[in-house]
Structure formats: structure tokens, C-alpha cells
């Protein structure tokens, strides 16, 4: 029967499951010490091709070029049970200096990756850190705890990290940026930007973010430029602070809603306190003649418009 | 028997992922074995399944993409992957299939959430979220706390496998996470139906999924 079938092989897989991480974890136990080797390898690939790379500790530096080649350089320490892997073709190559059990302690793999500029690449570390540059592909890099920086002009980037800092300075057409504890920092030019932190300080820098949303669970929310004339942002906070470094010159139009927290501004704006049965505030108004649309929901912490200059 | 897809192909070829040649020998197969062709279609099914968890959990007013779109594509990039052959292909699998297996695992058990929780809206049980919120803002509320929940059951029987760096991330995170949501339950306690209060829960509830879906995708390796 196709039902016994089904039955026996996801209880095989779920048995493997539970089987597999003490197995691991002896194997890597019994293992012997792990062997330098330097890398100096080219791979061709089309130039819209994909790379993946795995990096548990150390770090994964990727600049992209104008050659269909990846050229991977290095210093890897491979474990005596061969966990390092390169390979694949014109389509793809993959490359990975992995344990199966990413809890354990490893020596850093360094890793400095060329591949074509307009390359698809994917980036998954436990806690090396993640530098892309001179890159215009897509890009989704994704860490325990190592850093992620990238710069240039990527078409879209997924960047996650849970507790290494994030900075992007590109100018990109989406990014989706997400840490627990990290801090990020974002400036360029961005079509459409999402980023989220539990408790890292999130700091926007710039006047060039067409849709943006910047979320915070306890931890504040800093941004520094003016808000462009089409531009629609988003600010949420539980209990970390939003503030708003504007130009004297600014222009857009607000709208602030507050439990528990309180608005300041250096504008002296005429705002519009909204009266209502619910318990809050609500504060709309407009800096100039207006423009951009900028939303903000607080729960508890302070909103201040700053005004430089 | 030894003569059937093996596991891994039958993930490739329902993922999609499966080189040409392969596939078409996994397809001559399956034409004339019933095991099989079930077994792919199962697996056909969860994916099928999975794309709909895409799908917002907040009302359409708050609609944010990819929930789950990093785990989709854990094991196919960040586009598709398709036709792509590894020269260590034993090598290769053998990551895949774990990475693969453990994102199964994971998602299957807030599929298992997902389907509970509209089954019984069909049956028209009350909602088991009893916070007085806004009414657009319940059924959310209760697919959050059911995918939530789960996500944190699969990632307590997993911890010895975390790092201690990532436990501790975690486990504050989950701290600063948990307190802002009592603050904000008790506001609403006490302001029943306001819908800013909703919306701020929601949002909060949306970064603890997130963050435990980034805690599971680290602990299988994806």
C-alpha cells in the first residue's frame, strides 16, 4: 500500500533525524585534528549563475567581477571526515566548508570568493562574517552571528543575521534586512526596504527609500536625511525610542501614533492631536508642504523629530 | 526494494531540483509504481502546502511577504536552481537531505498548526485566543501563538544541537520578545478592541516568528 510506503519512509526519516545528531557528534568527537589547505580554485560559470556558499566559522569574502569565472582563494581547514566540497558547472557552483554538527568548534575557514558580477549567490555562515562588494546580483546571505557588510549595487538582498551586525550601504531595489540582537545600519539607494531587529540599534541614513518599513521590538530607531517627495516609511517600536534627524527643510507628512510613549519636535509643527475614546495619542501633521508619507506606531517609547540645521 | 527513487531523488524531483537525466529516469519509474507516484505526490502535496504558508498571517491592511520564504528556499537559493548537477553529487546530498529533512520537520509542524486552527474556523469554534482584540486581529492572533508555540517546542528538543552564542541570543531575544507582548496583552486587556494596540501585538508576535524561524533554519544547517 502507498500509505505504508509513506509511513515507513517518514518514520525512517524522522528515526535518521533523531539518530543522526549524537552520531555527529561522536563522529566529530573521534575526529582528528583538522588540515590547513590553501585554495586557489576557478570554476566557469554563465554570468548569471548561482553560487553557494557555506562557511561555519571564519569568514566569506565575495567581490564580484567581470569574468564568467568563480576563482575561490584561501585558507580552509578540512577535517579528516572531508567536509569541505567544491563543485558544479556553467549553471551553478557550490562550495562549502560545513560540519553536520554546527554547534561545534571549528578553525576559521577563510574564504575570498570572485564570481561574476551579475551572479545569484547565497551565503549561509554559523559565525563568520559575510563582506559582499562590486556586486550586482542577488544576493541572500544569512549568519548565526557573524557579520554581514555589502556594498555596491545589488539587485535585491535578503540579509539575516541573529546576532552579528548588519550594514548595508547599496544602492538596490529591495532589501530585507533582519537581526535579534544586532545592530544594523542601512544607507544608499533603496526601491523598497524591510528591516527588523529584536534589541540591535537600527540607523537609516539617507533620503532614498521609496517604501520602507523599520521595525524595533526595544530598541531605538535612528533616521538621519530628509524623506524623498514619493516616498512611503514605516516606523514600528514596542519600547525603544524612533527619532527622526531632519533638515530644516524637510518635507512630508506624519503620522504618529503613540500607547505610552510621547512626541517631541524641534519643528514647533502644528499638529492635529487626534481625540478619541482609545487611550493614546495620535499626532498627524505635515513638515513643508508635505509629501512623503512617514507612519510611526510606538507602544511605549519617546518620538522625537529632531531638526538639524 | 533497492529499484525505487531513492528518498533524496524523490525530494529533487518534487522540489524540481533534479537533473534532467534523472528525472526523467525517476519519471519512467514512477509511471508504473504505484509507491512511488504516491509517495511523490505526498511530497508534491507538502510543498504545495508550504507555498501556502506564504500566505500573511496578518489581515491583507498588514500584508508581509515571506513568512516562510527563506525556508522554501532553503535548499534552492535565492532563485531557481533547477538542472543544476554537482560533481560531488553523494556529497551534495547527503547535506541537502539533512538541511532538507530538518526544514520538513520544522514546517510540518506549523503546517500542522496552520490546518488545525482553520479546521476549527470551519467547524466555527471560538477562537482559543481570549484577548479581547480587535475582531479582524483574533484569527491572527491564534495562528501566530500556534506557530509560535510549535516552533519553540521543535527548537527545545533541538538545543543541545544550537551553539551557545546562538541559545543565548535566542533566549534574550525571546526574553525582550515575551515581555513586550505581556505589556501589550495587558494594555489590551485594559483597552479592549483598540486597534492600534492589535496592530502592535501583531507585530511583535510577527518578530518572534521570525526569529524562531531564524533559530530553526540555523539549527538544520540551511
Same mark, same amino acid.
Given at each position: 500500500?502507498?500509505?505504508?510506503?509513506?509511513?515507513?519512509?517518514?518514520?525512517?526519516?524522522?528515526?535518521?533525524?533523531?539518530?543522526?545528531?549524537?552520531?555527529?557528534?561522536?563522529?566529530?568527537?573521534?575526529?582528528?585534528?583538522?588540515?590547513?589547505?590553501?585554495?586557489?580554485?576557478?570554476?566557469?560559470?554563465?554570468?548569471?549563475?548561482?553560487?553557494?556558499?557555506?562557511?561555519?566559522?571564519?569568514?566569506?569574502?565575495?567581490?564580484?567581477?567581470?569574468?564568467?569565472?568563480?576563482?575561490?582563494?584561501?585558507?580552509?581547514?578540512?577535517?579528516?571526515?572531508?567536509?569541505?566540497?567544491?563543485?558544479?558547472?556553467?549553471?551553478?557552483?557550490?562550495?562549502?566548508?560545513?560540519?553536520?554538527?554546527?554547534?561545534?568548534?571549528?578553525?576559521?575557514?577563510?574564504?575570498?570568493?570572485?564570481?561574476?558580477?551579475?551572479?545569484?549567490?547565497?551565503?549561509?555562515?554559523?559565525?563568520?562574517?559575510?563582506?559582499?562588494?562590486?556586486?550586482?546580483?542577488?544576493?541572500?546571505?544569512?549568519?548565526?552571528? &557573524?557579520? *554581514?557588510?555589502?556594498? =555596491?549595487?545589488? %539587485? #535585491? +538582498?535578503? @540579509?539575516? !543575521?541573529?546576532? $552579528?551586525? /548588519?550594514?548595508?550601504?547599496?544602492?538596490?531595489?529591495?532589501?530585507?534586512?533582519?537581526?535579534?540582537? &544586532?545592530? *544594523?545600519?542601512?544607507? =544608499?539607494?533603496? %526601491? #523598497? +526596504?524591510? @528591516?527588523? !531587529?529584536?534589541? $540591535?540599534? /537600527?540607523?537609516?541614513?539617507?533620503?532614498?527609500?521609496?517604501?520602507?518599513?523599520?521595525?524595533?521590538?526595544?530598541?531605538?530607531?535612528?533616521?538621519?536625511?530628509?524623506?524623498?517627495?514619493?516616498?512611503?516609511?514605516?516606523?514600528?517600536?514596542?519600547?525603544?525610542?524612533?527619532?527622526?534627524?531632519?533638515?530644516?527643510?524637510?518635507?512630508?507628512?506624519?503620522?504618529?501614533?503613540?500607547?505610552?510613549?510621547?512626541?517631541?519636535?524641534?519643528?514647533?509643527?502644528?499638529?492635529?492631536?487626534?481625540?478619541?475614546?482609545?487611550?493614546?495619542?495620535?499626532?498627524?501633521?505635515?513638515?513643508?508642504?508635505?509629501?512623503?508619507?512617514?507612519?510611526?506606531?510606538?507602544?511605549?517609547?519617546?518620538?522625537?523629530?529632531?531638526?538639524?540645521? | 526494494?533497492?529499484?525505487?527513487?531513492?528518498?533524496?531523488?524523490?525530494?529533487?524531483?518534487?522540489?524540481?531540483?533534479?537533473?534532467?537525466?534523472?528525472?526523467?529516469?525517476?519519471?519512467?519509474?514512477?509511471?508504473?509504481?504505484?509507491?512511488?507516484?504516491?509517495?511523490?505526490?505526498?511530497?508534491?502535496?507538502?510543498?504545495?502546502?508550504?507555498?501556502?504558508?506564504?500566505?500573511?498571517?496578518?489581515?491583507?491592511?498588514?500584508?508581509?511577504?515571506?513568512?516562510?520564504?527563506?525556508?522554501?528556499?532553503?535548499?534552492?537559493?535565492?532563485?531557481?536552481?533547477?538542472?543544476?548537477?554537482?560533481?560531488?553529487?553523494?556529497?551534495?546530498?547527503?547535506?541537502?537531505?539533512?538541511?532538507?529533512?530538518?526544514?520538513?520537520?520544522?514546517?510540518?509542524?506549523?503546517?500542522?498548526?496552520?490546518?488545525?486552527?482553520?479546521?476549527?474556523?470551519?467547524?466555527?469554534?471560538?477562537?482559543?485566543?481570549?484577548?479581547?482584540?480587535?475582531?479582524?486581529?483574533?484569527?491572527?492572533?491564534?495562528?501566530?501563538?500556534?506557530?509560535?508555540?510549535?516552533?519553540?517546542?521543535?527548537?527545545?528538543?533541538?538545543?543541545?544541537?544550537?551553539?551557545?552564542?546562538?541559545?543565548?541570543?535566542?533566549?534574550?531575544?525571546?526574553?525582550?520578545?515575551?515581555?513586550?507582548?505581556?505589556?501589550?496583552?495587558?494594555?489590551?486587556?485594559?483597552?479592549?478592541?483598540?486597534?492600534?494596540?492589535?496592530?502592535?501585538?501583531?507585530?511583535?508576535?510577527?518578530?518572534?516568528?521570525?526569529?524562531?524561524?531564524?533559530?530553526?533554519?540555523?539549527?538544520?544547517?540551511?
Amino acid at each position: 500500500m502507498p500509505e505504508t510506503r509513506r509511513g515507513r519512509r517518514t518514520s525512517r526519516a524522522r528515526a535518521a533525524l533523531a539518530a543522526a545528531a549524537p552520531a555527529a557528534a561522536l563522529l566529530l568527537a573521534a575526529a582528528p585534528a583538522a588540515a590547513q589547505r590553501k585554495l586557489n580554485e576557478k570554476l566557469a560559470l554563465r554570468p548569471d549563475g548561482f553560487v553557494r556558499i557555506h562557511n561555519l566559522a571564519g569568514s566569506v569574502k565575495v567581490t564580484g567581477w567581470d569574468r564568467d569565472t568563480v576563482a575561490v582563494t584561501g585558507v580552509v581547514y578540512e577535517p579528516a571526515n572531508g567536509e569541505w566540497v567544491i563543485g558544479g558547472s556553467a549553471e551553478g557552483v557550490k562550495m562549502s566548508a560545513w560540519s553536520s554538527n554546527p554547534g561545534s568548534a571549528v578553525q576559521p575557514t577563510q574564504l575570498d570568493v570572485r564570481v561574476p558580477r551579475n551572479a545569484q549567490v547565497w551565503i549561509k555562515t554559523a559565525s563568520a562574517d559575510i563582506a559582499v562588494s562590486e556586486f550586482s546580483g542577488s544576493l541572500d546571505v544569512n549568519s548565526v552571528t &557573524g557579520r *554581514i557588510t555589502v556594498s =555596491g549595487s545589488p %539587485r #535585491e +538582498v535578503f @540579509a539575516e !543575521t541573529m546576532g $552579528g551586525a /548588519l550594514e548595508v550601504d547599496a544602492s538596490t531595489r529591495a532589501l530585507r534586512a533582519r537581526t535579534a540582537s &544586532g545592530d *544594523i545600519r542601512i544607507r =544608499g539607494a533603496i %526601491r #523598497e +526596504v524591510t @528591516a527588523t !531587529t529584536v534589541s $540591535g540599534s /537600527l540607523t537609516i541614513e539617507g533620503d532614498h527609500f521609496e517604501r520602507g518599513t523599520f521595525e524595533s521590538v526595544d530598541s531605538d530607531i535612528h533616521y538621519f536625511g530628509n524623506v524623498g517627495r514619493t516616498s512611503v516609511l514605516d516606523f514600528q517600536n514596542h519600547g525603544g525610542a524612533i527619532e527622526f534627524h531632519l533638515p530644516a527643510s524637510a518635507s512630508a507628512e506624519f503620522a504618529i501614533t503613540t500607547y505610552a510613549g510621547g512626541f517631541d519636535d524641534q519643528f514647533g509643527v502644528r499638529a492635529n492631536v487626534l481625540a478619541g475614546k482609545l487611550k493614546g495619542q495620535e499626532v498627524n501633521f505635515a513638515l513643508g508642504n508635505g509629501g512623503g508619507q512617514v507612519t510611526v506606531l510606538s507602544f511605549k517609547g519617546r518620538v522625537t523629530l529632531r531638526r538639524k540645521g | 526494494m533497492s529499484d525505487h527513487v531513492s528518498d533524496e531523488q524523490l525530494e529533487e524531483l518534487a522540489a524540481g531540483t533534479l537533473a534532467a537525466d534523472a528525472r526523467a529516469a525517476a519519471e519512467r519509474h514512477l509511471s508504473g509504481c504505484e509507491a512511488c507516484r504516491a509517495q511523490a505526490a505526498s511530497l508534491r502535496t507538502l510543498l504545495a502546502d508550504l507555498s501556502a504558508l506564504r500566505g500573511p498571517i496578518l489581515p491583507a491592511r498588514d500584508l508581509r511577504p515571506d513568512i516562510w520564504r527563506a525556508i522554501d528556499q532553503a535548499d534552492a537559493g535565492p532563485a531557481d536552481s533547477r538542472g543544476l548537477e554537482w560533481p560531488r553529487r553523494a556529497e551534495h546530498t547527503r547535506f541537502r537531505s539533512r538541511g532538507w529533512l530538518a526544514a520538513a520537520a520544522v514546517l510540518l509542524v506549523a503546517v500542522t498548526s496552520v490546518l488545525t486552527w482553520q479546521v476549527a474556523s470551519r467547524r466555527g469554534a471560538p477562537e482559543s485566543v481570549t484577548l479581547p482584540l480587535a475582531a479582524e486581529y483574533g484569527a491572527a492572533a491564534a495562528r501566530y501563538v500556534a506557530a509560535t508555540t510549535e516552533l519553540e517546542q521543535f527548537l527545545d528538543e533541538r538545543r543541545a544541537d544550537l551553539s551557545q552564542e546562538t541559545v543565548q541570543i535566542l533566549d534574550e531575544s525571546l526574553r525582550v520578545i515575551d515581555r513586550a507582548l505581556a505589556e501589550a496583552k495587558e494594555a489590551i486587556d485594559a483597552d479592549p478592541g483598540n486597534t492600534n494596540l492589535s496592530r502592535m501585538l501583531m507585530a511583535t508576535y510577527e518578530k518572534k516568528l521570525g526569529l524562531l524561524r531564524s533559530a530553526a533554519q540555523g539549527q538544520a544547517g540551511i
